[in-house]
Each structure stands twice: as C-alpha cells, then as structure tokens.
C-alpha cells in the first residue's frame, strides 16, 4: 500500500523530524524565559515542578499530537478532524486545531518583539558596543531600548520577514537545511557559554539557586507557570508539533523521536540557567529581574571576557536563530490551514499571516513606551499575550489533546501508529494521557481559580 503523505511535503528521515521539531522547541522559551521565570519563582522548587510536568504530561502529549498529525497528514484543524471522523466521532474536535492557530499567532506577536531585541543586540555585539561593559550600564542600555518604539519596530519586522520567508518557502527547504547547520553550532556555543560561568567564582551559588529544593518558596501560582512553561518549552498544546508531526515518515517510532526532543529541550534551559545565574550573582544583580534578564547579564559577561564580543555577536545570532525556527512552527499550522482551504500558495497565506502578526507585535512593543499605561488585569499587552497563551490557551488545548488522544482516538489507530514492541511501553502512555495529564492540568486550574476567588 502507498504511504499517505501531506500535500505541504515530507521530512526526509526521522533524524530531520527530530531536527525540525527541536528547533521548535529550543527557542526563546529555554534561554530567556525558563532563566527569568525561575528567578521570578524563587529557584529550585520551581524548576522541580516544571521537570515533572515534562515528563507527567509534556511528553504524554507531545507522543499524542505527533500521532494525531501522522494519522491525519494535514494542518492541525484537518487532522484534529480527520481522525476525530475516523474514530467515529464529531469534526467539531477541529476546534482545538482552530484555538491552537489562534494562539500561534498570539505566540508570535510577542515572541517576535524579544527576538527583535535579540537583533538589536547581534547588530550592537558586531559593533563592539558592549566591550566592557558593566552591570549598571548594561541595564540602561536595555531599558533605553525598551523606551525606544521606533528601533523596537525596526527589529520586530526585521523578524517578521525573516520567519515569513522561510515558511514561504514550504517546509523542505529552508527550515531543514537553516535546522541541521544551526542547532549543533547553538549547543557547541551553549557550552562555552557555560565554560565562561563557571569562572566566574559563583557558579556553586547559581548551581544552588537553580537546584536546590525549597518547597517554602512554591506559591499555586507558580506551579502554574511551570505548568504553562512546560506547554511553551515543548511547542505543545496549539499544534506545531502536530504540524510537524504531519511530515514524519511513517517508519520512524515516535516514542523515541519525542523523548529525545523532550531531552534535548530540557538540557538546553537547564545549560541556559547554569550559564546565567552564575554570572547574575558575581555582578550582585537580582535573579527576579524578570524580561530583561538575559539581555542584561549577557552583555555584562560577554563585556568582560577576552574577545567576548565575538562570542557575544555569536551567541546573540544563535539565539536569535533558535528564535527563527521556533517561530517558524508557530506560523506553519495556521499557513497549512489556510493553503488547504483556500487552495492558495504559501507566498499570499504567509503575507496575510505575517501582517496580522506584525500588527499584534506593535501592541506588545508599545507595552514598554506609548502603551504602558494600557493595562487589562494589571498586564500591559505584552504580558497579556503570554500570560494568556503559556498559562491559559496551551494548557487547556493540551488538555483537550489529551483527552481526544486518550478516551476518542481509536485503539487500534494508537497502537498502530505508536506501533511498540513493548506493550507496557503502550500501557505506561496510555495511563498518563488518560488519566495522570488531563487530572494534572485540570487540577491545577481549579486550585488556581480557587485562590483566586478566595
Ligand atoms: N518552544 C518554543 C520556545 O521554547 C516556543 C514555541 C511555543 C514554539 C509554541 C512553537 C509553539 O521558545
Ligand atoms: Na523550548
């Protein structure tokens, strides 16, 4: 029998599926979130958390959406209903596909202002403007930035175009080939990086920060950002990875090509935070620092070393390449849609896509300077947009997935597309998605609700 494949293309081997989908995963989530997030929730009981819930309900998912977009071959919103059908069940299921879309698009809008920042820094790095800088200087500069709407822009749409162009271009070409020369160069980098901190006389304080285990300092609010960050680390809960996992050939195990994403993602945020901490702590500046976090102790440390501003313009590049092709996927599920739908080609739906985006991400630039006062729920736009997507949006459409993957898909269809030698392999999955993922998330909601009523 031929294969069933996706009329948007086909990874060429499983290696490229788990590429492309690391490079989803490894973006701005694991080097600026995950540190400054971590700082804001007090350390180590944070990052504990956030490690059971990759591996209690991340990964469950991540295996469910793979599968889902392999049987269906199509966007999220046609396989959510294609195999919604197949199962004998209603096309309405899509609609997770449809808030999956939605929350890309939000995703985006803000994640392009950061990754606009992250080029506003590549260009500074190249120019030496960092050399030597010290920690109180290093803020100025960011902040300045930050009141700066016109150079925020710039940057912004600079990022906007670069993700349009790729996708543009389908999913063959320029993701594959940017993927497997860029992610091995940002792990290589990662570690000098690493390498550089822990000279810095204070890796052990960071290392503790990071590590050890103070379950005073966990509040419900922040197991619900390390929840929310499990979803936006892994790309799950809005359909990137179902996109993606639309193109994966049908030989390759999908239990191993996750655990392997799920891996690589999670050392890279914790490389990350051994790398930034330790420096946050030799310059006497505060872990809670929020946003800024990255793009003031960078500097600072990169400033200081011998060449560091070549190391710094490399590594700015590198993130602001582990950035690109995670916005990527962001952009795919709701460009595949579209091309279906319509029957139009990419280069139009990638057009419209990029300009409501672009549009969406002035309002977020505009939360640092002329819409500072715009406040719903005391968040600035900015903070609106991630808070609703990372801790809402993805959350409740994992949860869904969940569900659909665990009480709707057929049986037969599961284990046939998992397809394990080891049937307790199959059961182990089968009970975290039916029942410890769906209890989790929605446990977690309702005792946040609940505080917050109360
Ligand atoms: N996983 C990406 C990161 O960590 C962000 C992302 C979220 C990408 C959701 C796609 C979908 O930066
Ligand atoms: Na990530």
Redesign the pocket.
């Known amino acids: 029998m031929q294969e069933k494949l996706s009329i948007h293309g086909a990874w060429t081997s499983r290696w490229i599926f788990i590429l492309a989908a690391t490079g989803?995963?490894?973006?701005?989530?694991?080097i600026w979130?995950f540190p400054y997030i971590t700082g804001e929730n007090g350390g180590g009981a944070f990052v504990l958390v956030y490690l059971v819930c990759i591996l209690l309900v991340g990964i469950p998912i991540m295996v469910s959406e793979v599968l889902i977009g392999r049987r269906g071959r199509q966007s999220p919103i046609n396989s959510m209903k294609d195999v919604a059908v197949e199962s004998g069940h209603t096309s309405r299921w899509s609609l997770v596909g449809w808030v999956g879309a939605l929350a890309?698009v939000m995703?985006f809008s803000f994640?392009s202002v950061v990754a606009g920042w992250v080029l506003y820094y590549v260009a500074g790095m190249g120019n030496g403007d960092f050399i030597d800088i010290g920690s109180e200087m290093a803020g100025k500069r960011f902040e300045s930035l930050l009141g700066d709407p016109e150079t925020l822009l710039i940057w912004h749409s600079a990022f906007v175009v670069m993700v349009m162009a790729v996708v543009a271009g389908g999913v063959n070409k320029g993701l594959e080939r940017a993927t497997r020369i860029m992610m091995p160069a940002l792990f290589v980098l990662l570690f000098i990086l690493l390498g550089y901190s822990m000279t810095t006389g204070a890796f052990g304080q960071g290392f503790d920060f990071l590590f050890h285990f103070d379950p005073s300092q966990l509040s419900w609010n922040a197991v619900l950002v390390a929840l929310g960050h499990s979803?936006?680390?892994?790309?799950?809960g809005?359909g990137?990875i179902m996109a993606y996992g639309s193109y994966m050939p049908k030989k390759a195990s999908i239990g191993g090509t996750v655990l392997m994403i799920a891996l690589l993602?999670t050392l890279v945020a914790l490389v990350a935070g051994l790398a930034i901490f330790p420096i946050v702590f030799a310059n006497q500046l505060d872990p809670g620092a929020g946003p800024g976090l990255m793009f003031i102790t960078l500097p600072v440390a990169f400033g200081q070393m011998p060449g560091g501003h070549i190391f710094g313009f490399l590594f700015f590049v590198l993130i602001a390449v582990?950035?690109w092709t995670?916005?990527i996927?962001?952009m795919e599920p709701a460009v595949a849609w579209m091309v279906e739908k319509f029957g139009i080609k990419r280069v139009p739906a990638c057009s419209i896509l990029g300009l409501i985006v672009w549009t969406l991400g002035i309002a977020c630039l505009g939360s640092f300077n002329f819409m500072a006062d715009f406040k719903i729920a005391g968040m600035n736009f900015f903070d609106l947009m991630d808070f609703a997507t990372a801790n809402i949006m993805?959350p409740l459409g994992g949860l869904f997935i969940a569900l659909f993957a665990g009480w709707k898909v057929k049986q037969t269809i599961l284990k046939n597309e998992l397809s394990l030698q080891n049937e307790l392999w199959f059961y182990a999955w089968y009970v975290a998605i039916r029942y410890i993922a769906p209890v989790a998330v929605a446990a977690i909601f309702a005792l946040n609700l609940y505080n917050k009523l109360a």
């Open positions: 989803s995963a490894v973006g701005l989530g694991n979130k890309g995703i994640y979803f936006f680390t892994l790309s799950l809005m990137s993602d582990a950035a995670s916005a996927s962001l993805l």
